[in-house]
Every structure is written in structure tokens, then in C-alpha cells.
């Protein structure tokens, strides 16, 4: 491929032609392209606003009480005209203008407010307009796309008759329950508000407002088909999640693809919808459509000023560094660092949101090797986060510091990355291949030595009798948008004789049987006996064999198969009386390895065990 740079389209760069080609996927050529693109490039469902016309908006507050809290919902609407801010007249005004307005501020809908308040306030301004006439029909997604008017410079019958447009918007329930303003219980009550009415999800994205759209169908969520997915259909997904309008509406699983059902295809939306499934659509069938073609969003959010709180430093690049936090200790604005004891990936992962740098590569523990700052007192210690917190100030932390190592030496860090991997479990598998065996002692030597068997079978009579084994095989797939490799370099993988290959990973998953209030009766454990692509989506290529101390992973596409009949891939269930249970698999358990989605990481099955036969049904994914 030779191109002089001046063509419009690689297509017409000189080639051997489609097709002809020596090459292998291993040799795929990839860009990175600047964040800004060229001016008059438009690309479908994607905002291009005429920058000319309407640069920014802003809501100006006035009341005393607003001008210091985020976000700013209520205000004398702005827009930016060169460097300088000026206002809309609000004659002709409508509703449905400000309901534009707030959707491209991040809220979902307007709201009344105090005429009298701003009538009195704005009588003693002196306003300086720049648009009028504003016709908004209220499902534009930007104020750009409406009909409105600009008035000449200097002129002196710009808004007769009328003042300055006053908007106020009504906060997201995403951000209700993030609100300072609330207290505790006001906000569990907003969450599991939430999780009772959740019909519509998103899945995938690194900050919020953004990801995989998924919806709740019979009792099971599922995708969107991305046919004639639009800015309209996104929009109304999310005003629905408490956000405003949408900024993109994606194709092409850009955000990651889901696995199951795809429920919805050719989605057309008004944009007046409440919710997506108001709008029409068609059912699916297998042939319309592919995970591959799974819709996303990127929606339009309040801001809330997080990354003004942290900070990255000595890092080599902006997407790394030793976490510096700001604090006012009496009244004084200081930054400090983290104490690095118990830093993991969850922690990391909200810094990473926090500063828009997408998601967390690695969690560390020890910045030593780093740039040292001048930030030399700490201010937080023991910080646990759940992952989905919006800034690290609404994790838990130790009321007073208490860290055995205090200098920065030992200060968490962060490396960030702007994608990650996302391991989910093909539940149906477990289901269908689930049995019980009654493996012999004198089998189970190797197993034995990895801890693969339950606590009692150390006092058994070896090499006579036997361990009652519930197998079963588990197919894990990596539905991110990065590879999934282990934590550790393979110069410090484990070679097990006994089994002939190398543990990339100590506990890959778990495996435990419970109790339907919970209680653990049984359980097992499984090192990562061989991190490898045994299957992978068709045009995709594998990358990780483990033969010949080959390098350990799970590709983008690609999943790992984990037989029921190789050794470890059982519940020693030799102790366990008859009874139900639920069985439940967990991947990456302990949070080794980042991912761009922990919820997804766990499969729950329903069980019943009458003493020589196990009933296995209802698998499902999720915590």
C-alpha cells in the first residue's frame, strides 16, 4: 500500500489490488488518529455543530446558593460568541427549547422555576443577546439543529419586549444519588429505586453514560441490533438512565459486544419516548443479526468538576502516576497522597473514571520507581471501593490514617488504558454438561497436590476409595475491547510437574456450592492451567497457546474451554448432604486482572442433589 497523502480514501491509494496479498493477521497494520478531525468531516450519528455559529452554552447561576454547587441545573442561559458569553432572548421561548438545552447539559428534562426570583434580578442587568427566534421542535439532540437567528452587532432592537431565557433542568437520578446535598439513606433509597425499575442498562463504557445497550426482556437481558440505530434512539435510552440527550449513537459493537439474546432490531424512535421499548421495532431472528452489530451510546452528562479533586504524577505518561487527592485541612487547599496498603483494581478503576482516562490497566501499590513529587503528606488510608462510585471521595477510607509504610514511596498508583478485556461465562454449558462421578483415590494424586479437593479428603485411606466429584466444563469468553492476560509475567509463572504445564495465575476461578440463604457447603478453586484461545468468532485469529511455554492469554473474540473431564474442574461434593443449592462460578475472583466489567464476572445455577443424581437449571449471569 503507497499513498502520496492527498487522497480522500485509502481506497484510492496504489495497491496490488483487493485481495493479493502475502500477509498474515499477525501483520494487520492499525493508526492512531488525533482526537480532533478535519474541518467539514461529518460522519452519521455523530453531532457536527456549525462551531461558527454555537461554540458552548452555559447555564449562569444566580442564586447565591447555586454559584458553588455542581451541577448547575438552573441559570440564565449563555452561549460563548468568540470570548465572550451572551444571552438568549427569551421572546417566543418554549418548553421545548429548554428541553434541548438540558439534554445537551446532561439532564434529562426540564423544570419550572421562580419567574418572579429572575424578573426582579434580571430588570437590574444590562443583557447582551445574541440569538433569538429559537424554534426547537424538543427531540433535536443540539441546540444547533434547531431554526433560530442571530442578531446583527450592535444592534438596538435586539429583544424588545423581552429578557434573557431562563433555564432550569431536573437532575438524573444517577446523579440525585451522588448529590452531596442527600443524605445516606435518602441515597440507598435512589439505588435500589433504580435497581427495582432497571429495564434498560448499559454495559462496557468507562465512565458513566456510555456503554452497550441492553435491555430486559422476559425476565433476561439482551442486546440491540444496530440497524438503523440513530441519534433519536440513543437519545431516549438516555434520558431514561437519568442522562440528556445523546452525543453518539454507536454501531458496530464499538463498546464491546454482549453475549445471549439480542432482542430488538431496526429501532425507530421519535425522540418523545419515555423509554426504549415505547419506540417500534422488530423482533430478531439469528439470521438479522450478530453480537457483532450490538448498539451503544455515549451520552450527554452534567458536569461535576471530579477531576478536580485528583490528580496524576510522576508518571510517564498522563494515563499514569501516583494518585495525589486534593483536601482543605482548616480551610486550606492541599494535595496528599494515598497510602498504597490494600490499593486494588476497584480503587484504581474509579481514579481512572474519575479523570476521564478510561478504564484501570494496573492497581499499584508501591510508586517508588516513579518521579517523585513535592507532595510529601498523606491523606488517605484503608480507601475500599465497590467500582461503581463516580469520584474516589464516596469510597470508605479509615477516618484516621493509619498505614504502616507512610512515605510516597509507598503511595498507591494507576495505570490507566482506554480499553480493557471483559471475561464472561457461557452459562448454558454448565447446564448442559453437568454430571457426578465417583473419581477413584488413586486418581486424584495431582489433584491433590493443587488443592483441588475438599479439606476431608486428607484424612481419607489412600489410595482406596473415592471422591464424589460434581464436573461440569465452563466456556469463558473475553467480550472487551483488550486482550485478557494475566497479572503476572511468565517469568514468574509456576511450572507444576505433576500436571505438566504453567499457573499464569493462582486462582483463576472459583467454584462453590451454597445453601439458598448463602451458606458455603462446598467449594473448589482453579489456577489458570492454561490461559489460551481454544475457540475463536469467525475472522478473528488466535494469539495464546500455552504449548511450549507459550504466551497465556484470551484474545478479543475468543473464548477458553475448560473441559469437565480435565483434572480441578469439579466441586468435591463427597461431604454434602441431599438437599437444593445454587452453584455459582466465579471468574477472575479476586479482581487480579482488570476488566471493564465486574458484574458479569459471576454465573449462579439452581440445584438439587438427592444423594446420587444433581439437577442443575435456572443459570444466569451476574451477582
Not at 230 to 252: H, I, N, P
Request: glycine fraction near 8%; hydrophobic fraction near 30%.
Amino acid at each position: 500500500m503507497i499513498c502520496s497523502g492527498s487522497e480522500k480514501s485509502i481506497t484510492d491509494c496504489k495497491s496490488r489490488g483487493w485481495g493479493n496479498s502475502d500477509c498474515t493477521h499477525e501483520e494487520d497494520a492499525g493508526v492512531v488518529c488525533k482526537d480532533e478531525r478535519l474541518p467539514g468531516y461529518v460522519e452519521p450519528n455523530t453531532i457536527e455543530t456549525e462551531q461558527r455559529q454555537l461554540e458552548e452554552i452555559r447555564l449562569r447561576p444566580v442564586i447565591a446558593s447555586a454559584k458553588n454547587r455542581l451541577p448547575i441545573n438552573e441559570g440564565i442561559l449563555e452561549i460563548k460568541y468568540r470570548d465572550t458569553w451572551e444571552q438568549v432572548c427569551d421572546v417566543a421561548w418554549t418548553q421545548k427549547n429548554s428541553h434541548v438545552v438540558c439534554g445537551m447539559l446532561g439532564f434529562p428534562s426540564e423544570k419550572k422555576y421562580n419567574r418572579n426570583f429572575y424578573k426582579l434580578y434580571l430588570d437590574r442587568q444590562k443583557p447582551s443577546f445574541r440569538l433569538h427566534s429559537v424554534k426547537c421542535s424538543g427531540t433535536e439532540v443540539h441546540l444547533s439543529l434547531c431554526p433560530f437567528e442571530f442578531y446583527k452587532l450592535n444592534s438596538s432592537a435586539a429583544c424588545q419586549d423581552g429578557s434573557p431565557v431562563v433555564v432550569s433542568c431536573t437532575l438524573g437520578s444517577v446523579f440525585a444519588a451522588q448529590n452531596a446535598a442527600q443524605t445516606a439513606i435518602k441515597k440507598k433509597k435512589v439505588v435500589q429505586q433504580q435497581q427495582r425499575e432497571e429495564i434498560v442498562r448499559l454495559k462496557g463504557g468507562s465512565r458513566p453514560g456510555e456503554g452497550r445497550v441492553e435491555v430486559l426482556k422476559n425476565g433476561q437481558w439482551g442486546t440491540v441490533c444496530d440497524d438503523r440505530w440513530d441519534l433519536q434512539a440513543a437519545s431516549v435510552v438516555c434520558r431514561e438512565l437519568g442522562f440528556g440527550s445523546a452525543k453518539e449513537a454507536l454501531t458496530g459493537a464499538r463498546l464491546g459486544q454482549g453475549m445471549g439474546a439480542i432482542h430488538m432490531n431496526e429501532v425507530r424512535c421519535t425522540g418523545n419516548e419515555k423509554s426504549l421499548l415505547d419506540c417500534r421495532y422488530k423482533n430478531i431472528t439469528e439470521e438479522d443479526c450478530k453480537h457483532s452489530e450490538d448498539a451503544a451510546v455515549k451520552c450527554n452528562s452534567p458536569y461535576m468538576g471530579y477531576e478536580r479533586t485528583i490528580r496524576l504524577a510522576g508518571g510517564r505518561s498522563q494515563h499514569e502516576g501516583r494518585v495525589e487527592v486534593l483536601w482543605e485541612p482548616h480551610g486550606e487547599e492541599r494535595w496528599g497522597f494515598i497510602c498504597g496498603e490494600g490499593w486494588g483494581t476497584k480503587e484504581a478503576a474509579v481514579v481512572c473514571q474519575q479523570l476521564g482516562l478510561g478504564f484501570v490497566s494496573s492497581a499499584l501499590q508501591e510508586t517508588w520507581y516513579w518521579e517523585a513529587s513535592n507532595v510529601t503528606e498523606m491523606t488517605m488510608s484503608g480507601v475500599r471501593c465497590s467500582g461503581t462510585e463516580m469520584s474516589l471521595q464516596q469510597c470508605s477510607r479509615h477516618k484516621a490514617i493509619s498505614c504502616k509504610n507512610t512515605g510516597n514511596r509507598h503511595a498507591a498508583g494507576v495505570i490507566c488504558s482506554e480499553t480493557a478485556s471483559d471475561l464472561v461465562l457461557h452459562a448454558p454449558l454448565v447446564q448442559e454438561t453437568a454430571y457426578i462421578e465417583d473419581r477413584p483415590l488413586h486418581m486424584l494424586y495431582c489433584a491433590a497436590e493443587e488443592n483441588c479437593l475438599s479439606s476431608s479428603a486428607r484424612h481419607a485411606n489412600w489410595p482406596y476409595g473415592h471422591r464424589r466429584l460434581l464436573r461440569f466444563s465452563s466456556q469463558i469468553h473475553n467480550n472487551g475491547r483488550a486482550d485478557f492476560r494475566p497479572k503476572a509475567g511468565r517469568h514468574s509463572w509456576v511450572w507444576h510437574e505433576c500436571h505438566g504445564h504453567y499457573h499464569s495465575m493462582d486462582i483463576f476461578t472459583h467454584y462453590d456450592l451454597l445453601t439458598p440463604n448463602g451458606t458455603k457447603v462446598a467449594d473448589g478453586h482453579k489456577a489458570s492451567f492454561c490461559l489460551e484461545d481454544t475457540e475463536c468468532q469467525e475472522l478473528v485469529s488466535k494469539r495464546y497457546e500455552c504449548a511450549n511455554f507459550g504466551e497465556q492469554g484470551i484474545t478479543v473474540g475468543c473464548w477458553d474451554l475448560y473441559r469437565h473431564d480435565i483434572d480441578c474442574q469439579w466441586i468435591d461434593i463427597t461431604d454434602v448432604k441431599p438437599g437444593n443449592y445454587i452453584l455459582q462460578v466465579a471468574i477472575n475472583p479476586n479482581f487480579e486482572v482488570a476488566e471493564s466489567d465486574f458484574t458479569n464476572n459471576a454465573m449462579k445455577c439452581n440445584c438439587k442433589y438427592d444423594g446420587h443424581r444433581i439437577w442443575i437449571h435456572n443459570c444466569h449471569i451476574g451477582e
